[in-house]
């Protein structure tokens, strides 16, 4: 009789990270984008952690990307991390609270599926059911008075999900720098293209920041970029994509409970319901994905 199936310390290590300190991260980023310009907080915060990784594995001996390499970094970096932490960034900067923001980017697996087709992914009833839910969640969740208050951080939002899904599901099929350089190389471009963003936009800083600004730039970097996505990455490439995206299910609840301890958010009977139909969502899908047998790698 075979025992009982063993989960790996470092698979549970990575969820953890993922579940929780992820779910934090959109606290964080409310609390930074009062002292930061949003481009700029994100520039410096991965550009930072990716000098910091680049410069530590370099120390221990990994070779430096290839040129293809680095291409491939660049477009998984600009997608997941540009354009989608990025817009993510952007749309709390304009008044979307913490905890409505992780409910929105909590449709990636819904996105994730879709961008599946590209790869000839088929997909069962109960995961189409999962999207036919997924799509009546977002339009309750823009019907909730946070979003209407701000047309373009729902969009910001929407945008964010689907380019970290398209992201996510891409990397899978690029030639990246193997192991941790992937991710410090995709955060330095990703860092880099930020901040010439912020440049071309006019971003400056009327003061420097306090110390609450300075605190949350060091945690986004070093728990948010060089813990929690590295944990990212690493699933991406251990589990299927829609248990890696799985972050979805818990990530909301976190935000929502830090945003209204720690700075007095509320959401509205909209938003709640929408976070259970959005989850629910997300159940749906993932379902049949945790139950397939994981390929063979070899």
């Given amino acids: ?153 729902a969009a910001l939002l929407i945008f964010a999900a689907a380019s970290w899904a398209f992201g996510s599901v891409w990397s899978k099929h690029l030639p990246l720098p193997q192991g941790a350089m992937a991710s410090a190389a995709e955060m330095l471009i990703a860092g880099a293209v930020l901040l010439v963003g912020s440049a071309l936009k006019g971003e400056h800083l009327d003061a420097m920041p306090p110390v609450e600004g300075w605190l949350a730039l060091a945690y986004l970097a070093v728990f948010g970029s060089i813990i929690a996505f590295n944990a990212y990455m690493y699933l991406l490439k251990h589990v299927r994509p829609a248990a890696a995206t799985s972050y979805a299910y818990v990530n909301p609840a976190v935000a929502v409970l830090l945003g209204i301890v720690f700075v007095g958010e509320t959401i509205g009977m909209e938003e709640a319901l929408a976070m259970l139909v959005i989850i629910s969502a997300v159940l749906l899908i993932s379902l049949p994905q945790w139950r397939k047998p994981k390929p063979d790698l070899g």
Avoid: D
């Avoid at 970096?77 to 923001?101: D, K, R, Y």
């Avoid at 009546?136 to 909730?144: D, P, Q, V």
């Fill in 1 to 153: 009789m075979p025992g009982p199936r063993r989960f790996p310390l470092p698979l549970i290590a990575a969820f953890f990270a993922l579940y929780v300190i992820w779910g934090s991260t959109y606290l964080v980023i409310r609390i930074g984008v009062e002292y930061w310009p949003p481009l700029m907080l994100g520039g410096i915060r991965f550009l930072a952690a990716g000098a910091l990784m680049y410069g530590y594995l370099r120390w221990r001996g990994a070779p430096a990307p290839t040129w293809v390499q680095w291409k491939a970094a660049g477009k998984i970096g600009i997608l997941l991390l540009t354009f989608g932490n990025g817009a993510v960034t952007v749309a709390e900067h304009t008044g979307v609270a913490s905890g409505v923001a992780a409910l929105a980017v909590a449709t990636v697996p819904l996105f994730t599926l879709l961008c599946g087709f590209f790869w000839g992914a088929r997909n069962t009833r109960l995961e189409w059911a999962g999207v036919v839910l997924g799509i009546i969640g977002i339009a309750m969740l823009n019907m909730g008075s946070n979003l209407q208050s701000s047309p373009l951080g």
